[in-house]
C-alpha cells in the first residue's frame, strides 16, 4: 500500500507543475524545472523563508480557486446549453 501511496503522491505533485504551466513556459525542460524547485527550496531555507512559503501559499490558494470558478463557470455554462 505504501507504494501505490508514494506513487499517488508523485503523480499529484507532478500534476502540480503542469497546472502551473511551468513545463509550458520552459519547453518541458527537466533541468530547468528542477532548478526552479532547487531555487525555491534555497530560498524556504534562508531567514525568510516562513514569509515566502506564506506568500506562495496564498498565491497557489488563489490560483486554486481561480481554477475551480474556470472550471465551475464553464459546467454551468454546459448546463445551460443542454436546457
Known sequence: MKR???TRRLIE???LIVKSGIDQ???DDRA?????????A???RDA?????ITLWRRRGARAFA?????RDGAMEAGTRSQI
Open 32 to 40: 530547468v524545472i528542477y532548478g526552479l524547485l532547487v531555487e525555491a
Open 13 to 15: 505533485l507532478g500534476g
Open 66 to 70: 481561480a481554477d475551480k470558478a474556470t
Open 4 to 6: 501505490r501511496e508514494r
Open 48 to 52: 525568510g523563508g516562513p514569509q515566502q
Open 42 to 44: 534555497a530560498k524556504i
Open 25 to 27: 513556459l520552459v519547453d
